[in-house]
């Protein structure tokens, strides 16, 4: 038996309380928690951090720590609900997410090589770039940086996940409108997401339409990686 499946025993057997087996945070990607419920973090976001965008799993890799420690801190408290991330954050101490949002921190951040087009009104790339501000919907860079790189640890890299999971995310924001088997009317369902800064993005993703959120998660799918360095000074490529 190694150190590490030592540590995970004595914890399942309560022998040693579970905040002083805390983990350092590569372990922790590999080979999961010291409590056996939060499994390994490459299971879903691959070996790499960039996530497994078929499955909608999103990219770690190169995210602020104090944005990821923060989403993982708000599934253990409800305000960020997900079958497969609260019962795994919530088995996670404190030492033990700031120490995994650190490792994740680390990874190389996404660099996307910039459109060199001008957007055209109705496509994704004009939502993101100029957004539609008759209806107060601003663009998405004003916050998430140019090319959605992401700025600071309040406002995530955009650029670099999967359509799949950045429409998900956009949907949670918004709440799902579901019929009752009953009645067959539509009634909203209340958003599943509700941990953004001032209730922002529930006021965007409310006024988008179901096309413009898969337009707009469709073109920040669409930027590619570059081997152009990244500038943390300007938050874009040099």
């Given at each position: 038996?190694?150190?590490f ?90 030492e ?32 993101a ?40 995310q ?16 539509v ?52």
């Amino acid at each position: 038996m190694n150190f590490f499946d030592l540590k995970r025993l004595v914890a399942i057997l309560g022998l040693i309380p579970m905040a002083v087996l805390a983990l350092d945070g590569e372990v922790i990607m590999i080979k999961g928690a010291a409590n056996p419920a939060a499994m390994p973090c490459i299971t879903c976001h691959g070996a790499d951090g960039k996530g497994t965008p078929s499955a909608g799993f999103p990219r770690l890799a190169g995210h602020p720590a104090e944005y990821l420690a923060k989403q993982l801190r708000d599934f253990k408290a409800g305000t960020r609900q997900n079958l497969i991330m609260q019962p795994i954050a919530t088995a996670l101490t404190d030492e033990e997410i700031n120490d995994v949002a650190k490792a994740y921190a680390a990874r190389p951040k996404v660099n996307v090589t910039p459109s060199k087009m001008r957007p055209v009104e109705g496509t994704g790339a004009w939502l993101a770039l100029r957004g539609s501000w008759s209806r107060n919907i601003p663009e998405c860079t004003l916050c998430h940086g140019p090319d959605g790189v992401g700025i600071s640890g309040v406002f995530p890299p955009l650029a670099g996940q999967s359509a799949m999971y950045l429409e998900a995310q956009l949907r949670a924001w918004k709440g799902t409108p579901a019929s009752t088997a009953k009645t067959g009317k539509v009634k909203a369902v209340a958003p599943t997401r509700r941990n953004d800064p001032n209730g922002l993005m529930q006021h965007i993703a409310r006024d988008l339409t179901d096309a413009e959120i898969k337009l707009v998660a469709e073109y920040f799918e669409g930027l590619g990686e570059s081997a152009e360095p990244f500038n943390e000074s300007q938050h874009r490529l040099r």
